[in-house]
């Protein structure tokens, strides 16, 4: 039986898909390719959600056995891991999982962006896949009716934020000897420097370099939606573009679109600073129990 022996479990838009495509690319780590997020340890069902966003969730691994086989044939790999952003939200359901399927000599990984700017990429992000109608600060107001509505955990803009509790709990479980605790700020500043911790952290060859050129899951609302349609969608355009180039143009072509046909509107000032407030306190629990300055958080 071949069970992981890590997990990245978030925080939602703070880097995880990035790590996924990274940590994969090491000899000595295996990730299932077939899927990213499996959410079996969440204690979600895709049935609970039928708003908008229930696509998310669609591929949801629901059994033990069909949850093994994502792991099959990596029996030989040191380190075996997922990642999922909904086992830091969901944080008492997966930590009761990961006890119960997977014992208690896990390594976690948690990757943490400032709350309000996670808040508001996670809002461009539906509204680039066309499932949020409402202005910022209005779908923020929404959260409450929506969740009763049965919409994906994901438009619980702030709710997802308030990260101290999460954290505290994957300490408190695990031990700071097994928990791995990045700023996105890391990732951003430092990629190779990040991961050669990470490596470190789960045994492997800590001077791997993997290619980090191509940024992965970046927010932003298409300049163009034809050329989205090609670079990012999915269906028939895409798939012509995909047979018709060699792997390596169409990275580079998909790092030149992140950068360029991207858009990002800023947030607004008023909204920025009232959201900080709102948070003011968590960030503060969450920078002495870290031990990480969060002063950036807060400005």
Known sequence: MTTPNFLIVGAAKAGTTSLYHYLRQHPDVFMPE???????LS???????VGPGRQYGSRMITTWEAYQDLFAGSADCPARGEACVAYLYFTDETIASIRQWLGRDVRIIISLRDPVGRAYSNYLHHVGDGIEPLPFEEAV???????????????DYLEVGFYYRQVKAYLDAFGAEQVLILLHGDL????????????RFLGVEATF?????????????PRSEWIHSIMAGTGRVRNIFK??????????????????????????????????????????????????????WLV
Not at 144 to 153: T, V
Not at 209 to 221: A, E, F, K, Y
């Open 243 to 296: 047979n018709l180039l060699p792997i390596q143009m169409r990275r580079r072509l998909k790092h030149l679109y992140i950068q360029k046909g991207l858009a990002r509107p800023p947030l607004a000032p008023e909204m920025r600073r009232r959201l900080i407030e709102t948070y003011k306190s968590d960030v503060q629990r969450l920078q002495a129990l870290i031990e990480r300055d969060l002063s950036r």
């Open 141 to 155: 107001e929404a959260s409450g009716w929506r969740r009763k509505a049965g919409w994906w955990w994901g438009f």
């Open 209 to 221: 370099v993997p290619d980090v050129l191509l940024r992965h899951n970046v927010t932003g609302l």
């Open 43 to 49: 204690g979600l069902s895709p049935t609970q959600f």
């Open 34 to 40: 077939a899927l990213k997020e499996s959410f079996f």
């Open 188 to 199: 951003e500043a430092d990629v190779q420097g990040t991961l050669s911790r990470i490596f």
